[in-house]
């Protein structure tokens, strides 16, 4: 695998994680009467379900209709087919996996582990 391969396999997997629960609506903190109510890691807004605490169904109805996160999915698990199906193309012999991948990476042209020479 390149270090462009892994790089934005790396941000792909950041961004399903980032619309998993966060830790305070887990069930355990539910459970153990923690009392999770607070602001959304992703937006800020404050998240509660109109009870003392919010359950992971209120951060999953919020990531849903304010983050999207159906769509976001998807365009993750597209993003890692598109770069399967290039990187197959490749070792077949074909010679245009360098310049798309570099393409699907400048969204993160601002993390700190962005190679600039991925720059197209």
Same mark, same amino acid.
């Given at each position: ?16 994680? /980032?619309?998993?629960? !966060? ?13 999770? /109510? ?25 990531? =849903?209709?304010?983050?999207?996160? /159906? ?5 993750? =698990? ?23 991948? =570099? ?8 993390? !700190? ?8």
């Amino acid at each position: 695998m390149s270090a462009l391969t892994g790089f934005l396999l790396a941000r792909i997997a950041d961004e399903e994680r /980032r619309l998993d629960a !966060p830790d305070w609506v887990s069930v355990e903190s539910v459970r153990d009467g923690w009392g999770s /109510r607070g602001p959304c890691p992703l937006c800020d807004a404050y998240l509660s379900d109109g009870t003392e605490v919010a359950t992971e169904a209120g951060w999953y109805d919020h990531a =849903e209709h304010a983050h999207r996160r /159906r769509f976001v999915l998807a365009e993750c =698990e597209a993003k890692r087919r598109i770069i399967e199906t290039i990187t197959e193309h490749d070792r077949l012999g074909y010679d245009y996996a360098g310049p798309i991948l =570099e393409l699907l990476a400048l969204p993160y042209a601002d993390h !700190p582990d962005y190679d600039s020479a991925w720059r197209v």
